[in-house]
C-alpha cells in the first residue's frame, strides 16, 4: 500500500531527507562566503600597509632632497659674498686703498652685494635673534653672517649646541707688508665653527 502512493510513506520518507539536505547545502555555501570575505580583507590589509610604507618612503625622500637643495641654496649665497668679497677688495685696490683693507672684516658683506639673499632679516646685536627658518641675519655684535636652516635633520649640532650656521671675513696678516697681491689672496670668507651637513665642511 505505501508503495502505490507517491504521498504514502515512502513519499514522505523522501520529502525529510530532501529538507535535511537542504540547510545542509546552505551551511557550506555560508561557510565558503566567509572564507573568501576572510582572505579579501587580509588582502585590503596588506595592500593598504604596502601603499602606506610607500608613502612614508617616498615623504622621507622628499624630505632628503629638499634639505639637500636648502644646502645648496645657502652654500651658493656663500659663493656670492665670497666673489663680492673679492671684488671689493680689487676695488680698494685700484683705488690705492690696499691699507685698509683688514676694515672688510669688519663689514656687513650682505651690503656688498646687489641684491640681499632671499629671507635676509637685517642686522641684529642679539646673540640669538628670533627669526624664521630658512632666514640670513647679520650678527653685528660679532661680525658674522648667520643662516638659519629649514631642515636639518641631517645637521650635526655645532660645537655651541646650535645648528646655526656662522660664517665670517677674514682677514689674514701678509707675509711682507708691502705685497697687495697677498692681502687680497688673505681675505677670504669661513664658517666660524666647522659644520657638518651631509658630510664635513
Known sequence: ????????????????????????????????????????????????CIIALSAV??????????EAAEKAAMEYTVAVVKSALQLRVAAMLLRGEGGNIGSLARANPVEWLMDPPPGYQGEFRAPQPDVPRGTWYFDATRKELVYVPVLDGH???????????????????????????KRMLGMRVEPVMPYTWFYRQ
Not at 618612503?57 to 629638499?66: A, K
Not at 660645537?159 to 707688508?177: C, I, N, Q, T, W
Open 1 to 48: 500500500m505505501a508503495y502505490s502512493s507517491p504521498c504514502g510513506t515512502w513519499g514522505k520518507l523522501l520529502l525529510r531527507a530532501g529538507n535535511v539536505k537542504g540547510p545542509v547545502l546552505e551551511s557550506g555555501s555560508r561557510a565558503r562566503l566567509r572564507a573568501a570575505s576572510g582572505l579579501t580583507l587580509i588582502e585590503l590589509i596588506i595592500v593598504v
Open 57 to 66: 618612503l617616498v615623504f622621507e625622500r622628499l624630505r632628503f632632497y629638499q
Open 155 to 181: 645637521l650635526e649640532r655645532l660645537a655651541d649646541g646650535s645648528k646655526r650656521l656662522r660664517f665670517r671675513v677674514r682677514a689674514d696678516e701678509p707675509m711682507e707688508s708691502d705685497s697687495e697681491r
